[in-house]
């Protein structure tokens, strides 16, 4: 006969380990997915900066429009990264707030 965990644990110990199992950290998710958003814009413009060209990368350009500052070049890859840094931080905070409000209270 095989034992799981929930055998072991008391009723109160379950609840205890599930409440924080299953809640999203959302500083945890925003910082994650801040890294992934910051550090993909950072390798595309820094792909594209070495690539070189007359017009490298006229597509990835055009998010000067929506991150002021930004433009493929070495600064413009460090300034992309803060920029898509700071909107990956929201939307994984947003992310993981709405994911917690969904599951509910766990007690």
Known sequence: MQMNMADQLTPQEV????????????QGWGIAIGLL???????ATAALVIK??????????????????YSITWLGAFVGFVYAFVLGYAVGRTVATI????IGPLT
């Open 52 to 69: 070189g060209g007359p017009n490298p990368g006229p597509h990835l350009g055009l998010l000067s429009i929506y991150f002021p500052g």
């Open 37 to 43: 958003f910051g550090v993909g814009l950072f390798l």
């Open 99 to 102: 994911y917690n409000r969904l």
């Open 15 to 26: 609840r205890a380990l599930r409440q924080v199992v299953l809640k999203a950290t959302e």
